[in-house]
């Protein structure tokens, strides 16, 4: 059973860097898409990037300018980072694995617990 | 960008009840719909794929049906552990849109 597990810093001060590692257990990081998504306390999910075990990335445009996302794996862990955070960045901070279906696009079948992410001085 | 509505926000149901939840894209996706169902200080579960394909381990009363632009997600009869949030997701563009979400609760 695959299982991931999100870690790093709880608070950050505002403008500084968020940084977050994601480790996956119980299978094989290669030859999958892993994504980071956040959601603020009380809203709705938003997606902010994915990379591929190749290194390839993918971000959201409206976080693009901030995000950088890498992989190891040697570790089985994947990484983000988003710089001049805000008040707004505020979030729990989602890791998961998206699955490429046959003709049918994708899917995120496997998510860590998330860990929130307090953005404040 | 592709954006993702669905309806209602918020819908009050009992036990045994049969639950319907809509989920519109602004443009044709064809079946790449994903529905999600997440309790509170949870992580989303996965439940459909491709618009209708159950997850594994998923129970048999959720469903999923549509195609091209309008989808639903229906519970045939409600327990006590599906009130939850349910979220859409399309994946016919990198960076799959999520639907604004809804919840589910005790009548």
């Known amino acids: 059973q695959v299982q991931l597990q999100e870690s790093g810093p709880g608070l950050v001060k505002p403008s500084e860097t968020l940084s977050l590692t994601c480790t996956v257990s119980?299978?094989?990081?290669?030859?999958?898409?892993w994504s980071w998504i956040r959601q603020p306390a009380g809203k709705g999910l938003e997606w902010i990037g994915r990379?591929?075990?190749?290194?390839?990335?993918n971000y959201n445009p409206s976080l693009k300018s901030r995000v950088t996302m890498s992989v190891d794996t040697s570790k089985n862990q994947f990484s983000l980072k988003l710089s001049s955070v805000t008040a707004a960045d505020t979030a729990v901070y989602y890791c998961?694995?998206?699955?490429?279906?046959?003709?049918?696009?994708?899917?995120?079948?496997?998510w860590g617990q998330g860990t929130l992410v307090t953005v404040s001085s | 960008d592709i954006q993702m509505t669905q309806s209602p926000s918020s819908l009050s149901a009992s036990v045994g009840d049969r639950v319907t939840i809509t989920c519109r894209a602004s443009?044709?996706?064809?079946?790449?719909l994903n529905w999600y169902q997440q309790k509170p200080g949870k992580a989303p579960k996965l439940l459909i794929y491709?618009?209708?394909s159950l997850q594994s381990g998923v129970p048999s009363r959720f469903s999923g049906s549509g195609s091209g632009t309008d989808f639903t997600l229906t519970i045939s009869s409600l327990q006590p552990e599906d009130f939850a949030t349910y979220y859409c997701?399309?994946?016919?563009?990198?960076?799959?849109?999520f639907g604004p979400g809804t919840k589910v609760d005790i009548k």
């Open positions: 998961a694995r998206e699955r490429t279906l046959a003709a049918a696009g994708t899917t995120l079948d496997y």
């Open positions: 119980g299978g094989s990081i290669s030859s999958y898409y």
């Open positions: 990379i591929y075990t190749s290194g390839s990335t």
């Open positions: 443009q044709s996706i064809s079946s790449y």
């Open positions: 491709a618009a209708s």
């Open positions: 997701q399309q994946s016919y563009s990198t960076g799959g849109t």
